[in-house]
Structure formats: structure tokens, C-alpha cells
């Protein structure tokens, strides 16, 4: 039974993993977002006005922004791998419907650098042959 609890929880933390970043990502987006941002800032540099600037409100910006920005960073990574890793199976899966088509480009993405630069050489080759066996 304990491993049972232990697969669970790992598949709620997994789960978890992935709800946190895409609510975040959800809230970032909304068009709401905007004029609370702008509010929040603007009441913050009152509160700089207000107080003449001291040190611990300097020190409060500074490393709030700082720490917004690498949030925003991980929360934009996240969300971009999510997306790019979504447009990948769907090619994947248009190139194994289209007759005709080569599985060398399946999984192309996991491939080493110098082996996507050989498939694209062989590729325009492929297509210029073709483009001159036609004017011909």
C-alpha cells in the first residue's frame, strides 16, 4: 500500500508542477493584469514620494523587481517549453501521416547540431534537384 501513496504523490507533485505555472501564466495573460500592475507601481512610488525615498524602500523595490523578474523568467521558460514541446508532436505526427514524407526528420529536436545542419543540406539538395529536373 505505501507504494501505492508513493506514486500518488508523485503524480499529484508532478501535477502540481504543472498547475502552479499554467495559473500563473493565466494571470500574467489577462488583460486585468495591466491596470493592476500599473496601479501596484504607481502606488509604490507614491509611497517613495511620500517617504522621500529612504533606504528601505529602495531596498524593497530593488529586490521585489528582482525577484518578479526571475519568476517571470522560469514562468516564461515554462511556457515556452510547454508550447514548442506541444508543436513538435503535432509535426511528429504530420510527418508520420504524410506518405511520402522521411522519418529521418522525426525527433529531429534531440538530434546533435552538425546532424540537423547535414538533414537541412540534404534537404535544399534534395529540392534543387527537384526545382531543376522541372525547367528541364
Given at each position: 500500500m505505501k507504494g501505492v501513496t508513493g506514486v500518488k504523490g508523485i503524480a499529484r507533485a508532478r501535477r502540481l508542477a504543472t498547475d502552479i505555472p499554467d495559473a500563473a501564466t493565466h494571470?500574467?495573460?489577462?488583460r486585468w493584469t495591466w491596470p493592476v500592475v500599473l496601479v501596484v507601481a504607481v502606488l509604490g512610488l507614491s509611497a517613495g514620494v511620500i517617504t522621500r525615498?529612504?533606504?528601505?524602500?529602495?531596498?524593497?523595490?530593488?529586490?521585489?523587481?528582482g525577484l518578479i523578474s526571475v519568476v517571470m523568467l522560469f514562468r516564461l521558460q515554462h511556457t515556452t517549453n510547454r508550447?514548442?514541446?506541444?508543436?513538435?508532436?503535432?509535426?511528429?505526427e504530420l510527418?508520420?501521416?504524410?506518405?511520402?514524407?522521411?522519418?529521418?526528420?522525426l525527433d529531429l529536436e534531440d538530434?546533435?547540431?552538425?546532424?540537423?545542419?547535414?538533414?537541412h543540406d540534404r534537404l535544399i539538395s534534395?529540392?534543387?534537384?527537384?526545382?531543376?529536373?522541372?525547367?528541364r
Open positions: 494571470w500574467a495573460g489577462a525615498f529612504p533606504d528601505w524602500w529602495q531596498t524593497t523595490i530593488y529586490t521585489s523587481a508550447a514548442n514541446h506541444a508543436v513538435l508532436i503535432k509535426l511528429d510527418v508520420r501521416a504524410t506518405r511520402g514524407a522521411r522519418e529521418d526528420f538530434r546533435q547540431v552538425h546532424e540537423q545542419e547535414e538533414l534534395t529540392a534543387r534537384d527537384a526545382a531543376a529536373d522541372d525547367t
